[in-house]
């Protein structure tokens, strides 16, 4: 079956079964208010793609490339990322809502989320060096075995990040987040 690449095109209000199917390419597109609700994404690829007011809640992400992808006012609940092509992996996020998503692995160097809601997001084994996370609600937010290094945390919220098993040099936190990084200690921080 031939490649459909899709170049400088936009496409709005549309429905996950107009841009599903393998051997889709979409490069510089941008997807305006489309109900992408469990769409199967097996095999497209998305290049400096951009998706505003979308919902991809429970999309299938399982081999589809996402490479300098950027989501805003969108809902991605439940979409499995770690199952999305290694190659190239970009994804940053603005007002989004990321609750029950999956990162599990993935590297993720300098991306940013930006008040975005990840309540019982999966960062499991994740390289998130120098990533943003921008007054994000991280409540229940799984951080394990997961790299940090000079990520910032200073405006985010509700987040438990243990420091002896997560590689967190150099990562930035507010004053707020200090009971996040000290729970399993069970110990008391006022002020």
């Known amino acids: 079956m031939p490649i459909q690449h899709h170049e400088d095109e936009i496409f709005t209000k549309i429905t996950a079964d107009k841009i599903a199917g393998r051997n889709r390419t979409y490069e510089h597109c941008a997807f305006i208010n489309c109900d992408l609700s469990g769409a199967n994404l097996n095999g497209v690829v998305f290049m400096d793609c951009q998706f505003d007011g979308c919902n991809l809640a429970l999309a299938d992400a399982d081999d589809t490339g996402f490479q300098d992808v950027h989501f805003k006012h969108c809902k991605l609940s439940g979409v499995n990322f770690s199952k999305a092509r ?51 609600n991280l409540n229940r937010a799984f951080f394990d075995r997961t790299i940090l290094k000079g990520a910032d945390f200073r405006t985010s919220y509700n987040f438990t990040i243990d420091p002896t098993i997560n590689i967190i040099k150099k990562a930035q936190f507010g004053l707020h987040g200090l009971p996040g990084l000290l729970s399993k200690y069970d110990i008391k921080i006022e002020g």
């Open 86 to 136: 290694d190659f190239l992996f970009g994804v940053n996020f603005d007002h989004c809502i990321l609750d029950n998503a999956i990162f599990y692995k993935k590297k993720n160097k300098k991306g940013t989320f930006n008040e975005c809601s990840m309540i019982e997001t999966d960062l499991v084994e994740c390289d998130l060096t120098d990533a943003k996370f921008i007054n994000c």
